[in-house]
């Protein structure tokens, strides 16, 4: 059984540990990265990161602009990809491009990348309505769908569902690639390769 699943996730008042507990009634809230181990440089980062996201102003919160937005989505990827290689092959970490992703259904579109569909097909999730689209379809470039094709072709090597570390931050990677091509506007969604969430226990 996996020992813990991580979600970045930026909110306000977290300083350097925009970290949270999933898959686990015992776990419940935000994760300290100094309690994971995480280096100094990377939670440097995360707070660094975190602070863009707890600076939008009241009272609507909103972006200053499209490229901030995106950067701030992308980079969320970035991250997480950095917190699973340090947390090793006993972690599992989640990323929905900087935000929830307990109510994914309920978003616009949604994007999850998993290692479970062939080629370059992504679930998608349009109006609370769940289907798979091409990557072309989604407005994936041709280098990222080289990124996806990789790193389902890794993680098939592996022969085990979630595979190690070091591949499902290549999936991190990738889920970052996608995100870039679409903009924040479609929130891309990685469950370390899985299709939607699931429990420490489902994790061996």
């Not at 490229?67 to 599992?92: C, I, M, N, P, S």
């Not at 579109?109 to 569909?117: D, F, R």
């Given at each position: ?138 407005g994936v470039s041709g ?62």
């Amino acid at each position: 059984m996996v020992k813990k699943i991580i979600l970045v996730m930026a909110e306000y008042m977290v300083d350097d540990s925009p970290l949270w507990h999933r898959g686990s009634a015992d776990l419940l809230g935000t994760a300290d990265a100094g309690e994971l181990g995480l280096s100094s440089h990377l939670r440097r980062d995360l707070r660094a990161w975190n602070d863009v996201f707890n600076s939008l102003g009241e009272p609507d919160y909103a972006w200053p602009s499209d490229d901030v937005a995106d950067g701030h989505a992308t980079e969320a990827f970035t991250l997480a990809a950095r917190v699973q290689l340090e947390l090793g092959d006993d972690a599992h970490v989640w990323c929905g491009a900087g935000g929830g992703i307990d109510t994914v259904t309920e978003q616009e579109i949604s994007v999850v990348l998993s290692a479970l569909h062939p080629g370059t097909d992504l679930g998608s999730w349009r109006h609370g309505r769940r289907d798979i689209r091409a990557a072309r379809d989604v407005g994936v470039s041709g280098a990222t769908a080289e990124a996806i094709i990789h790193w389902r072709a890794l993680t098939e090597r592996e022969g085990t569902r979630f595979s190690n570390a070091d591949t499902r931050a290549l999936g991190l990677a990738a889920a970052g690639l996608v995100q870039a091509d679409v903009g924040a506007g479609v929130q891309v969604i990685f469950y370390s390769g899985h299709s939607e969430p699931y429990g420490q226990k489902d994790a061996s």
